[in-house]
């Protein structure tokens, strides 16, 4: 499962052995995988200021989530027919350690190995300096990510229409891609070429009658050009001075004269602009995320291994260096700036949490600072009610009245403003990595 939940309980010699024996269940009962989640000592401030930054935390938390997904569904759409790989590039890429900067970094293996950045956000700063440095890149980001995809949206449309006019019928598509130089009489002070549709069914009467529509049409000057399913573009060619005459004939015998006159500097122009467009809208998802060739890599296999807390048989996740990409080779702006971007505000969601869990961890356990966070990964999405049925029964001592109404949801928790499946004796957040759900 792509879901997890990050606890925490009070870091004293009780709670310590409930946290041991939440594992021992979890585990026998393949409920679900644990590991420790490190987050290093914040410095507090006054309990006041938590309080707001707890408020503030929680939107903030909100706006990241939402950004990312954004970016993730601005990823599938600018991949169009290559949507089945978008996730091959949601990655957390130079999340972890330096000597792992080289690698492929999927997001279970980041949350699972999450490590403070201490030198993006010191955590000797003040946490209002710290929320502050995460908001400002995140709104950054946001307001980049809007102007990048509004100009490939537009640039889309201005695509979506060229492509209209070549889609329609004979009367109304353009024809720029369809007639050629030879199809005219052109730099005639009196001969024209006009364009006329005929039904398909009336390809005889025309073959039989164009030339005695007007005076002066010139003998067998109509051609074929193209059809669709309804009827056929022809060419005609007559002096310039009966040109309102034949229109007129022609109508009263179901011909219709295409109001065209070859222009070869606007075809030219239409015709590149539609190559252009074309060529901007690949260019801007055109992916080859090569990896390197097996053996081509300078440094030496290594795995990032995984120790969960009570749980060492568990797999590790995470690639190998010979498996990690060639940097932006054969990508579009806008994907190569999506997938760089996109990992660092999933980082910083990341951070965000664990900022969340220290601030409520301190609020809801006080002072001096004494937790533990743990990350759970529940196994499968059935054994999610039996999971947290063992959280409440291990950790019901933290708080009677809210495990209590957890059971019966007609007790209220005095003074407390969520709704109460929100609220369990522990401290506890939701992270849901299924970001193209």
């Known amino acids: 499962m792509s879901e997890f939940w990050l606890i925490s309980a009070p870091g004293d010699r009780e709670n310590l052995q409930a946290l041991e024996r939440m594992n021992t269940v979890t585990s026998k009962s393949h409920l ?7 987050i290093p000592d914040f410095k507090v401030g006054t309990l006041d200021s938590l309080v707001g930054l707890s408020d503030e935390l929680g939107k903030l ?11 993730a569904q601005s990823v599938v759409e600018v991949m169009e027919d290559s949507k089945g790989k978008a996730q091959e590039h949601l990655l957390a890429n130079g999340g972890l350690k330096e000597k792992m900067k080289c690698l492929k970094i999927d997001l279970t293996t980041f949350v699972t190995h999450f490590e403070w950045d201490m030198a993006k956000y010191p955590a000797k700063q003040p ?3 710290v929320v502050d440095t995460i908001a400002k890149q995140l709104a950054q980001i946001e307001t980049d990510l809007k102007s990048r995809t509004a100009a490939y949206n537009t640039l889309k449309t201005n695509l979506e229409n060229l492509e209209k006019k070549s889609m329609g019928n004979l009367f109304t598509r353009t024809l720029s891609d369809i007639v050629n130089k030879e199809d005219f009489v052109l ?10 549709i005929v039904p398909k069914p009336n390809y005889s009467q025309w073959q039989k009658t164009y030339e005695s529509l007007s005076d002066m049409v010139v003998p067998r000057s109509t051609k074929l050009i193209t059809e669709d399913k309804e009827g056929g573009l022809f060419t005609v060619t007559l002096f310039r001075k009966v040109i309102e005459d034949f229109k007129s004939k022609a109508r009263e015998n179901k011909f219709t004269v295409r109001e065209f006159y070859y222009d070869e500097k606007e075809i030219k122009r239409e015709r590149e602009e539609m190559a252009r467009l074309l060529s901007d809208k690949k260019q801007q998802y055109q992916t080859s995320c090569v990896a390197l060739k097996k053996g081509s890599s300078t440094f030496p296999d290594h795995k990032v291994k995984v120790t969960p807390l009570g749980n060492p048989d568990r797999p590790a996740a995470g690639q190998s260096d010979r498996e990690r990409e060639s940097e932006g080779e054969g990508e579009g702006p806008l994907l190569r700036w999506l997938k760089v971007n996109f990992s660092e505000a999933f980082i910083a969601w990341i951070h965000i949490k664990a900022l969340r869990v220290f601030v409520e961890s301190v609020l809801r356990y006080g002072l001096p600072v004494n937790f533990q966070a743990v990350l759970l990964q529940p196994q499968k999405k059935s054994s999610a009610k039996r999971l947290r049925e063992v959280l409440n029964s291990v950790f019901r001592h933290l708080d009677e009245v809210a495990a209590t109404s957890i059971l019966d949801a007609s007790v209220e928790i005095p003074g407390l403003q969520l709704s109460n499946q929100d609220y369990f004796p522990y401290v506890y957040f939701h992270i849901d990595l299924s970001l193209l759900d």
Not at 32 to 38: D, E, P, R
Not at 62 to 69: G, M
């Open 127 to 129: 946490l209002v300096s």
């Open 187 to 196: 730099d005639s002070e009196y001969l024209v070429t006009l364009l006329v």
């Open 32 to 38: 679900s995988y644990n590991t420790k989640f490190a």
């Open 61 to 71: 938390d909100t706006f990241a989530e939402s950004l990312i997904r954004r970016m």
